[in-house]
């Protein structure tokens, strides 16, 4: 027993002491809170600047200074990421230079929005390269969707635009949104390089596969030793070519002299303005009072999928009016009755106009090859009745009978679905022609609403007035092959 004692009284006087030495030490020299966490991993950013030379500024100087007061000097003004020579990029610029109209397209799409983008750029303080993303994405066609169901300039998929704020439904889908998709692109991109610890090309390749894919591959090559910067990432084809063509877009504008490239004039002011709207209004009515046809008007308001404005709470109540013709907008909007803001008149038969979405080969396949997959592009034809009547039209392509059958089958679900008002997907050339004959609606409606008087006047005699463009569709119409009136 006094054997046990004394061993515990030895066991306490020891912790005493250790305790004793502990509280005698300085406080800097005691573990700080720092030293127990470890330091942040650097990988990423120093993988990024290991192998890249900064960017040379003076290179660029030339074109920028050629081009003073335009988007392009204030482009370049904001480049910023590193010099990379990679035969991935060569590649790029060759085959753009081999085609030098997609370079002018690019530039004639891009006019009405680069200004908006470089306000966002500089916003987020992010490269200025970053700004040509949408010749990659989307050619600058603002209206565009992929086969996977992306959309907009930005190409927002459904799930990542929704956790960006922007809206979707069957009034407005935010994606295809101008303004709003823009200021979400750049903040999800702000958002993929700090995650990437600064390192961009890693933040652009997971804006196009998702930062979880990056992450897995980026796993995959630490596991095996292998380097993991961006270049050396196993990736789909499609994203791996996808860094390297913005890289050649950017490298290209930037010396545009050296690889004889013509910069169009662009200035470096804003293209429109943000007009705030009282409540819902008719798109029609909008570009008219805009002085703007239909189809310039959408080139900067694509994001509504009815022929008005998305009523409160399904959308925003703006929309984007070139500068030089805001203040004539505004005066003849405060003219039309409130009334008409929305109103519209239809013919017998007709409703009011429908979004028709047609599946073809990309807009712009020629200026962005990794998006080899059909793209949906919409075009608004007002009213949907101009469809269907092209479509039973006499002299049509017998390429297109399918199409047409489709349609003139009272039990296929085209049929129904066109009856509902609902989209379809029909040729390009076919929409093509039904968006030029709907932009001569009047026209088409008076002279069919003067053969259907002369023909109710005596069904035994020929009517002597004939449709403009093509008759409303129906078993007796003279564009109809089986009509025995058929002139």
Wanted: with cysteine; hydrophobic share 35%.
């Amino acid at each position: 027993m006094p054997v046990k004692l004394n061993r515990h009284v030895n066991l306490l006087v020891m912790l005493m002491t250790l305790t004793a030495a502990g509280c005698s030490q300085n406080a800097k020299d005691a573990l700080t809170v720092n030293e127990l966490t470890p330091e942040p991993n650097n990988a990423y950013v120093d993988r990024y600047f290991q192998n890249y030379q900064p960017i040379d500024k003076a290179e660029i100087k030339k074109t920028a200074e050629s081009h003073k007061d335009t988007v392009w000097e204030r482009l370049l003004s904001l480049y910023s990421l590193p010099k990379i020579e990679n035969e991935r990029i060569d590649r790029e610029i060759e085959w753009y230079l081999n085609h030098p109209q997609a370079l002018n397209t690019i530039q004639h799409r891009a006019e009405p929005y680069l200004h908006l983008i470089l306000d966002e750029v500089e916003a987020k303080n992010i490269p200025g390269e970053l700004a040509l993303l949408p010749v990659v994405e989307s050619a600058f066609v603002a209206n565009v969707n992929s086969k996977a169901d992306a959309s907009g300039l930005w190409q927002f998929m459904p799930a990542t635009g929704r956790m960006f704020g922007l809206q979707q439904n069957s009034w407005y889908d935010g994606r295809r949104d101008v303004y709003a998709s823009t200021k979400a692109a750049t903040t999800y991109l702000k958002q993929l390089s700090e995650t990437f610890d600064g390192d961009w090309l890693l933040a652009l390749a997971s804006y196009n596969w998702g930062k979880g894919n990056v992450r897995k591959s980026i796993e995959h090559n630490e596991d095996r030793n292998m380097p993991t910067d961006y270049w050396s990432l196993r990736m789909p084809d499609e994203t791996a070519n996808y860094v390297p063509r913005l890289l050649a877009i950017a490298k290209i504008f930037a010396n545009a002299d050296e690889y004889n490239v013509s910069l169009h004039d662009i200035p470096n002011k804003p293209y429109f303005e943000v007009v705030k709207l009282d409540s819902q209004l008719n798109l029609n009515k909008a570009a008219e009072m805009a002085n703007m046809t239909l189809n310039e008007f959408l080139k900067l308001n694509p994001a509504f999928n009815k022929s008005k404005t998305a009523p409160e709470g399904s959308g925003p109540r703006r929309l984007l009016i070139p500068v030089a013709k805001v203040e004539s907008f505004k005066e003849n909007l405060a003219q039309l009755p409130f009334e008409q803001w929305v109103s519209e008149s239809f013919n017998d038969g007709e409703d009011e106009s429908t979004a028709i979405y047609l599946e073809s080969k990309p807009a712009a396949a020629i200026l962005h090859k990794a998006k080899s997959e059909p793209v949906k592009i919409m075009t608004k034809v007002e009213p949907k009745q101009s469809v269907k009547t092209l479509l039973t039209a006499k002299k049509i392509d017998k390429n297109d009978k399918k199409a047409v059958l489709a349609l003139k089958d009272k039990d296929s679900k085209d049929h129904k679905d066109n009856e509902k008002g609902k989209s379809l997907k029909m040729p390009n050339h076919i929409v093509v022609m039904a968006h030029k004959i709907s932009s001569n609606n009047k026209a088409l409606a008076l002279n069919n609403k003067l053969f259907l008087e002369k023909k109710s006047e005596s069904k035994s005699q020929k009517s002597t007035v004939k449709p403009v463009i093509v008759a409303v569709a129906g078993k007796n119409t003279p564009h109809n092959k089986k009509s025995k009136n058929a002139g």
